[in-house]
């Protein structure tokens, strides 16, 4: 099959394995392919869903340089909700949104017919063959996904083109000219409905995330991305989180705790500060404040009143008080709070 600069580009994803942080980790791998000068990049995530798709394309049009007017794909369940006959396709809603915002066309192979695609099936070959000897081991996924753009940009240039003259980045070069020019990022989150337990929590993946305490036992959403996770409530961002994704069922969830979050709760009753879990994430200095405060008749309260300090003032600001107070030996809310004091 020929294709004219900027026409098309095809994707797929395979499945592989790498050591990241010390484990053999099994990994879903996009793979995206500029049908005309096949340049093609390589990146890897925990699974093939919604959000790691939005992902891929966003990262292959930006390593691209633009978007093509086309992607041409099997029918992978993320894409496509039901196949009819011939091309017939139910377009997932999700997908065409991504695709209505970078303003290219889908294309979806004849079931069973990947040859439809073939330059982008060879690449998966390929990539293994030319990553997987050099590969060496990470400590986590955007240290290897940062690797593989590295090395597949690195591949062009080392790379004949099978049909026109130079290399594959020489191809690219000139194609690039003709792409479509490259938006803001599409919003690729998923949304689930969620109701906050009691003790200000959503469960997501067998991980419990903490929400502020006044959104406790309310509804709220929660849209995820491949690394984090973003609480919404009456149209307004309420919190986020990093997204744990351990696939070991095996194991029992992590809860995921953010201190301030429970600040609202330790102002009602400031004895939920000495053995309170989602403490134990707080800085170090506040940690060793919390040991002086704690001997002392009415410290309960007084390091209540000093942490609530950052829910108005800076944070680095209050920890930079708060050290100064105890290299001088006068751990106290009012030297906190007045350091001429």
Known sequence: MVFQPGEAFQFDW???????????????????????????????????THEMLFDAHWHAFRVFGGIPGRGIYDNMKTAVDRVGRGKQRDVNARFQSMASHYVFEPEFCNPAAGWEKGQVEKNVRDARNRLRQVMPVFKDLGELNQWLEDRCIALWSETAHRELSGSIADAWEA????????PPAFDGFVEHSKRVSPT????????????????????????????????????????????????SHSKPGKVIYDWRHYLAVIQRKPGALRNGAPFTEMPNTFRQLQDHMLRKDGGDREMVDILSLVLHHNEDAVLRAVKLALEAGVPTKTHILNPAA
């Open 14 to 48: 395979s499945e592989d394995w790498a050591t990241i942080g010390g484990e053999r980790v099994k990994l879903q791998v996009a793979h995206s392919k500029l049908s005309h000068s096949r340049a093609f990049i390589v990146r890897a995530y925990p699974l093939q």
């Open 175 to 182: 194609e690039r000219s003709v792409l479509m020019v490259l």
């Open 200 to 247: 200000c929590l959503i469960t997501f993946e067998r991980n419990p995330y903490s929400v502020p305490a006044s959104f406790a036992n309310r509804p709220v959403s929660l849209r995820f991305y491949p690394e984090r996770l973003v609480i919404v409530a009456e149209g307004q961002t309420v919190c986020s989180h990093e997204r744990i994704i351990d696939r």
